[in-house]
């Protein structure tokens, strides 16, 4: 696809300064649940199991994600390569640079793991790092492809974690980004074609989600759907103001209506998308306050939260190595 075929929409600017706070949140989440795992504490049921299962907050990054490229692609006249180039020159070099770094700790990753420091799951580590080490080329061609997510779990173990395990849902990022742009032109251009593809896509994911999770660890259905949350959630934001008189009505009742369910009934990942998605989507569509929702929209866009946003990818990328070097101290 050329960068001509891609019709210009007018659209208002998604830089929501709330979703900064939630990424430095979720960021703090999955490293202070690393803590913990290097602490040498164990998985518990209730609010603890919670904090110490970082993954719950990758999922709703994943969700962040399926909006805010949503809303790049909307806004940009740009074709395929143009925004690949984009995606590539944001992402490609720290995550060169940390994969780099943790094959330099290769050796201090492994003494980490053999120690008693981390005899929760340093067994398990220590057998994916004497793979990598094994077939370091091998795997270091997957990485650097940053589709290891594809790679076939009955070839190649640990190809979705590798030399650095929190790379697993940048590799399913890569794969989203690599995807969605065309779903998205798609849908610009015939709306009901878009969705009848979007249908089939999560049947089939749905009818053979036991044998993509299979194939490979880092894809299956659910992180399919934490995109697809993302993505639908651009669109409620984008156009559930514009409707008019009583579709207005109607069309706020059922979005309130369902949030509340689903916040009720879905895992965390999604109650906490949902929460954001209320808090900005009130002051869209109401032109009244409430005042707990302004003091959660207030936690969220704090100087600290929002410093922390803004470095959260790197963080994200450097904290395992940074935790290891501190364990050996």
Known sequence: MNDRSVPVVSIPQTHIAEFEGLRGLLAAWVVFGH??????????????????????????FMMLSGFVITGALNQRQEGWRRFMARRFFRLY??????????????????????????????????ERLTDVESQLGTYLAFDMSLLQCLVPKWLYSNAHESFLPP??????????YTVVPFWIWQLQRNAKLAACTI????????LFA????????????????????????????????????RLQTAAIIGFWFCALIAIAVLNLPYKIWLLVMVAILYERVHSRRLI????????????????LGKISYSTYLVHWIVIEVCVTV
């Open 199 to 206: 249908c089939a896509f999560i049947a089939f994911v749905w």
């Open 292 to 307: 707990f929702i302004d003091w959660f929209r207030l936690f969220l866009t704090t100087p600290q939260l929002q410093f």
């Open 93 to 126: 070099p720290a995550y060169v640079f940390c994969l780099m770094l943790a094959i330099f700790c290769l050796h201090l990753s492994q003494f980490v793991s053999s120690s008693k420091l981390v005899a929760t799951f340093g067994p398990h580590n220590l």
């Open 210 to 245: 036991s044998q993509l999770k299979d194939v490979n660890q880092a894809f299956h259905l659910g992180n399919v759907f934490h995109f697809l949350t993302g993505i639908g959630s651009y669109y409620l934001w984008k156009h559930l103001p514009q409707f008019r008189g």
């Open 35 to 60: 803590i913990l795992l290097f602490s040498g504490y164990t998985y518990q049921d209730g609010w603890f199991g919670i904090v110490f299962s970082p993954v719950l907050g990758v999922y709703a």
């Open 167 to 176: 790379t697993w849902s940048l590799s399913t990022e890569w794969l989203f």
